[in-house]
């Protein structure tokens, strides 16, 4: 079973669908049992940091999710929600990854939003995926780059579009929204 | 690089797509999800729902359709039309979708944009602008473009970015349904000041009409509608013509 982690807000259906579709049992929850006994962890993101935090401690998430052993996919803010801190309401998140998310410089259009190409793609996550393939951001802060990036996307600056340490997988696009392509991703995510 | 969208445009009326000339007169264009699946796997980049229903029943037959919608597509959609409070998004994205257009209730109740935005998040937030230019001023029309406001367009957008908006669907109600080509004056004047992503709509005739709007404007993405409907474009064909043109696409 996968567990596809629920905190409230944001669109976990697509998730679920993208998951079910490619034949995987899936449940929404928050949990702590049935995430500790599930298969995979989906921790889908949409929303604003300091609201999710303040969700995951008021379930004791933050507690659970950095202990888990079994491959754990972070989507959009649930891969923000990784990193050590956020500039978004100032959030201390859950630390897997050592790294900062900040908010994009007013430099040009700002949310990230809409399709774009992945360089430097190092996980194996991308088996499959070219790196003329697209996939579909949106988001108003990034992860800075750091030894855990396993691929980088450009946007006013470059950023972290993956990241991977230990079981712990995160992506900033949604793979879900990308199309068949986001399928592969995820069907390599859940073939671990 | 960042590509540039193209987003089909479904107007839906008690569940089936329907499209008007000049908001009057609307013709069947047939079975929504259908049509969603048809535009997806011609390339379309993300795609628009716009609920012209007016009764409760129509509006329950639209969560379902939301539904139906999301198990089929698997690329981002919006839903407009006759939003009103947070409920109404909460069941719309509660049934898959992924962003919500608002228009008329904005006007009259700007703090929905930021009641939307704190609860959901920005990137769900379309905020619908209806355009017209009056002795050389671009202002804000509702209700479908029937009730002319006293907004300029360009204070108005100001307002929805300071309140949270995501993005601005910005149609061109002197354009629309002419096929005549964006309307690139307007886009360009707004554009200047506006930090969010835009979406260029009404007036999409023929192929350089995308070219021109996107070489021409910032808009990150424009939509049409009967173009696609009637076939008279198809969305593979144009996104080949674009990329001939040296235009970002996916």
């Known amino acids: 079973m996968i567990a596809i982690i629920d905190y409230g807000a944001g669109n976990v259906k697509s998730v679920e669908n993208a998951v079910r579709k490619l034949g995987f049992e899936t449940k929404i929850t928050s949990n702590l049992e049935e995430i500790k006994q599930a298969d995979k962890v989906i921790f889908p993101g949409v929303g604003e940091a300091s609201t999710a935090m303040k969700y995951l401690k008021l379930k004791g998430l933050d507690v659970l999710i950095p202990t888990l052993k079994q491959a754990f996919l972070g989507i959009c803010l649930g891969q923000q929600l990784l990193c050590k801190f956020s500039e978004e309401g100032n959030t201390k998140c859950l630390g897997i990854f050592d790294l900062k998310v900040k908010q994009f410089p007013a430099t040009d259009i700002v949310p990230h939003m809409g399709w774009n190409n992945l360089i430097k793609t190092k996980t194996s996550l991308f088996e499959g995926v070219s790196d003329e393939d697209n996939f579909y951001f949106v988001h108003s802060y990034y992860c800075e780059i750091g030894e855990n990036t396993t691929s980088e996307c450009d946007y006013i600056l470059p950023f972290s579009a993956t990241l991977q340490k230990d079981n712990f997988y995160g992506t900033q696009f949604h793979p879900e929204k990308s199309g068949d392509i986001g399928s592969k991703i995820l069907e390599n995510f859940l073939k671990l | 690089m960042l590509k540039k969208r193209i987003i089909p445009c479904l107007d839906i009326k008690d569940g089936r797509t329907v499209k008007g000339i000049n908001f009057i007169g609307l013709r069947d264009a047939g079975d929504p999800v259908e049509l969603a699946k048809k535009y997806v796997n011609d390339g379309a980049d993300e795609l628009v ?171 990150t993405g424009a939509l049409a509608a009967s173009i696609f409907h009637f076939n008279e474009i198809k969305i593979s064909d144009l996104k080949e013509n674009l990329k001939q043109n040296k235009i970002a696409i996916r």
């Open chain 2, 49 to 219: 729902f716009l609920d012209i229903t007016a009764t409760l029943e129509g509006r329950k037959t639209l969560i379902e359709l939301v539904e139906k919608l999301s198990l089929e597509i698997n690329i981002p959609f919006t839903i407009g039309g006759g939003i009103s409070s947070v409920d109404d998004v909460e069941a719309l994205l509660k049934a898959g979708a992924d962003k919500v257009s608002i228009n008329s209730a904005a006007v009259r109740r700007p703090e929905l944009v930021q009641e939307i935005a704190q609860q959901f998040g920005n990137q769900c937030v379309v905020v619908a602008i209806d355009t017209k230019n009056i002795d050389g001023e671009d202002y804000v029309f509702i209700n479908g473009g029937k009730i002319k406001t006293e907004l300029k367009t360009i204070d108005w957008v100001k307002t929805v970015t300071e309140l949270g908006a995501g993005e601005i669907l910005l149609t061109s109600m002197d354009f629309d349904g002419t096929k005549n080509g964006f309307d690139t004056r307007m886009l360009k004047n707004i554009s200047q000041i506006c930090q969010l992503p835009i979406i260029a709509s009404g007036g999409a005739g023929k192929m350089e009409d995308f070219t021109e709007v996107f070489s021409e404007t910032t808009a």
